[in-house]
């Protein structure tokens, strides 16, 4: 009877260890591709296989794109904000000169103040679920700052392409597909 006791227990000890690895192993493969970073993305349009490249979010909420207007030769600053819907609020612009392509007055929903040769276009309450970038072939600045990083967008992404830019979260899959930006 001893015999059979330790054999039935062997065979109980064997099965568990069998269910714990197959469950370790559903544990690890749904970690791999369950949506759980964060990120900014910027996803190639007009591609069959786009490419995403994407910036690792922390707990900041704001970020600013940061241009060289092609004719004024000015910075513009466009501020933003993360909601927790991933939705990107824009909060306001900057900038010094006003005619072609910057707006000289608000519009319904908007403020406009002028301080210190400065505009500020503020938005009451503008949501975006995404937009759209263009990456010009041009030698002028874009970057987008996040925390205490500028990400120089003319560098690490290629110009003449347009991208997605989204914030989404990523799986662990999808970030090792993707590129990710060094921002220095």
Not at 13 to 42: A, E, R
């Amino acid at each position: 009877m001893r015999i059979a006791s330790g054999s039935f227990s062997y065979k109980v000890g064997h099965y568990m260890k069998k269910k714990l690895l197959v469950l370790f192993i559903f544990i690890c493969i749904s970690f791999y591709f369950t949506p759980l970073w964060s990120v900014f993305t910027f996803t190639e349009t007009r591609s069959e296989k786009p490419s995403i490249h994407y910036i690792s979010m922390n707990a900041e909420k704001e970020f600013q794109f940061i241009f060289t207007h092609t004719i004024h030769l000015t910075d513009v600053i466009e501020s933003y904000k993360v909601l927790d819907s991933e939705e990107i609020l824009l909060i306001s612009m900057q900038y010094t000169d006003v005619a072609i392509g910057m707006p000289g007055y608000a519009e319904e929903g908007q403020t406009l103040e002028y301080e210190n040769g400065v505009y500020t276009l503020r938005y009451d309450e503008s949501i975006l679920p995404n937009f759209t970038l263009h990456i010009g072939d041009v030698n002028y600045g874009l970057s987008l700052k996040y925390g205490e990083k500028n990400f120089n967008l003319k560098k690490e992404l290629v110009r003449g392409k347009s991208y997605l830019f989204e914030v989404k979260k990523l799986s662990l899959y999808q970030k090792m597909k993707g590129v990710k930006l060094n921002g220095r």
